[in-house]
């Protein structure tokens, strides 16, 4: 199953740091929606492994947090710091800012992580999207708002940017030293850009 | 895969019947939207089994229903009565406490098969709390209305205490037909005082 | 796993018209959601392997998508011929019945590979329905909008229909090459009335 590609994989802590900060935007729409801790828990968590979540049970892995002693762990710690801090704290840009970096750097890993399963280039540069986006998405639906998915931001985009360098840089031989962060830096460039001044796809015009 | 954790089975008529009530709720929820036969016999389904179907794709056990001759039979006899009977027998107080002990009965049966597969307490814990609560989510978001994960009420509260003592209980090395009672009573008792005097969580206040 | 149950195949280029049809279906929804390019093509791909996946995660399949080098850029091709085109090409009823031919045909492959891999034959009948419509009914959800579910409209019904006549012939014993065939012209039949007369179940009248 496990094919010759390798696969990237962060420094426990920096993987830990990313999946923190997708579990503090969901417990933080969770407060701005005045939920209950309990609400807040489950969006952490849903938000915070969702992507990966449905990515490994797509190509047949072990879901990664179900027998990791940590991640679960800090999705509820992440909750819990959302609840006892004033959301100002985390309002205005720096959790877009970390969000971009976390959306750039699962795509990569997810991507990755496909191709060392040994899925074909086309559906594992779309596990990448799913890793940095599907979380997001479950969260939304679940809260019943429109997802990132029907808006015109450059973020589903972005992760898909990432996704495609990793794909096309690894199928081309070469070494994930190089291609990885480079893959990483391009998502992260271009959902900066979209942040930084609004930069959005058009729409379809028929 | 399989730890030494021993795993509570219900006898299998208490099983059924528990699916059973949960699948009432889903049929009865597409009986209150006027809606046909065939969408009662899938929201029955998705309610009855929805919760054990997404712990055992993360646990990576095979999914209970899909090889059971029992389940989803049951699950199409309960859709057929919910059709043929006035809502109004349903109505009221008796299916609210039937769902309570199955809730609670569910917590405990979840988070002690995803030990029993080797998974890490905290997790397990959380696949407690799936259990119980993912059917009736899955449900409410299929049908476009606010889940009970947007509501106050103690609902995925007693699932989570139901889970927690079940998950305390067995770490500690207490025998399971000690901790099982007693953890499927303690959400029973929390649900049960939700449902008496209506009491409900605190939201986030900033 | 493998029961001696016979798994139909349809010709290759056949299968992947009919993920073609699905994922016109979801492309064509972005489209007059005025939604991006990007967008297009996640629901295009929702729509087109949705049911089938979830078949697949349930009945504990290889998720048939994944490894397979054509599926995906059959999807990515439709959102590009959706995007390129007018809409008005595609209006009409020509893409209706070409969705009723997919939804008989995939509920026929969804209930035979289900069989074939040893599920029991309700649940079987079952993983039909939801190969036929469940990846109309992610779309929906994910757009925001009441699914084909909740509509009278005889969709479900028709899966239902075509998955059932090819259970109960199969079970009977009868040959693949008579049952599949006769399965998905009843559903396509049902379909196709439905369509051209505007026939819909009645609701839950209490």
Redesign the interface.
Known sequence: MISAHALPTLPPAADLAGIAVFALSGALL??Q????????V?FA?VTGVGGG?VRD????A??F?????W???VC?TTALVA?FT???WWEGRFLEWADAVGLAAYAVIGSAK?LAW???P??AW??G?ITGCVGG?IRD????R??I??R?ELY??AA?LSAAVCIGGTVAGLPGALVWPLAAFAGFALRGAALARGI???????
């Open positions: 969770a407060a929606l005045r939920q209950t801790f309990v609400t807040m489950f968590l979540t049970l797509l190509i047949g072990p879901v947090w179900v027998r990791d002693p991640v679960a762990p509820l609840w004033p959301t100002r496909a040994g899925v074909e086309v559906p779309m596990m999207v998405i639906v679940l809260a019943g429109p997802s998915l029907m015109p589903v985009t898909a959005a796809l058009p729409g379809y015009r028929g």
